[in-house]
């Protein structure tokens, strides 16, 4: 078991560094609610209020560091912290653990940038019954704080891989019999209009500028969400939730 000082410093370095959270292969949740859903991923704990989350896994090992809530106030990343974080094991999934033959529906992001996007469309996802969700290089940190917290819990419950090369991962679901639906304000098919019902992977792309040309030129359908009202777009979050609950209609 490591003191306490060690422990602060290693909390520190992974909320506030990528590149910690790299090295080390962990990261940081916080609050009793992400603290049990992270349940046997929780490799340590640091609190300042006696709660039962923090009761329940020492009783099951977990070593458990307890600290003044001055010095949780100092160390946390929310504004109202709720008295105890957590350590966690990063995720070792493969692409094979998204594919449920026709069941499959990947949410695939590329270049997404917000974190709080990004959790959104992970929680949409656990939602709407997505089996995956696919993270191109170019896309925020899943690990980020703040999509941790916006994800509030989804990222334990689905599979999520990063993309080396997202030709080559768009390549590989082809060959599963995986058909790649591009989101594109441009489209000019309704998302209605295309059948979901197969094994589907859904593409995302960047808050701004949206999917790659060269993106949606390979997919096999590019499809777009009527609006009735005079906004201009919607935010990728609502725009994937739009388009996985049409999935989630299709299916049932």
């Known amino acids: 078991m ?20 790299r090295k080390e292969g962990r990261f940081v949740v916080e609050g009793p609610h ?18 039962p989350e923090v009761k329940k896994l020492e009783e099951q090992g ?15 990343g929310v ?9 966690v ?32 469309i992970i929680r949409s996802a656990d939602a709407f ?4 969700v696919i993270l191109s290089k170019g896309t925020v940190d899943l690990y980020n704080p703040k999509v941790v917290r916006s994800s ?7 599979p999520i891989i990063t993309s080396e090369d997202d030709n080559e991962t768009i390549k590989y679901l082809r060959e ?37 040309k060269s993106i949606v030129e390979v997919a096999d359908e590019a499809v777009r969400i009527p609006m009735a009202g005079r906004a201009e777009s919607l935010n990728v979050g609502m725009a994937a939730s739009v388009l996985l609950y049409e999935a989630l209609r299709q299916r049932t």
């Open 152 to 158: 509030m819990g989804s990222l334990f419950h689905l």
């Open 89 to 120: 094991k990063e995720f070792n999934y493969s692409f094979r653990d998204l594919l449920r033959a026709e069941k499959t529906l990947i949410v695939y992001c590329l270049g997404v940038q917000d974190p709080g996007n990004l959790g959104t």
């Open 34 to 51: 992400l603290v049990e859903e992270a349940g046997g991923k929780v490799e340590c704990l640091v609190y300042s209020e006696n709660i």
């Open 62 to 76: 977990v070593p458990a560091y307890k600290i003044s809530r001055q010095q949780f106030e100092e160390l946390s």
């Open 129 to 132: 019954g997505a089996t995956g």
């Open 176 to 212: 599963h019999k995986v058909k790649i639906v591009a989101a594109a304000g441009s489209a000019k098919k309704d998302i209605a209009s295309v059948s979901l019902k197969g094994a589907v992977a859904i593409l995302m792309g960047n808050e701004g500028a949206g999917l790659a």
């Open 2 to 21: 490591r003191d306490v000082k060690t422990i602060l410093k290693l909390v520190k370095n992974l909320l506030e560094k990528r590149s910690a959270r």
């Open 79 to 87: 504004e109202a912290p709720q008295g105890v974080l957590a350590v």
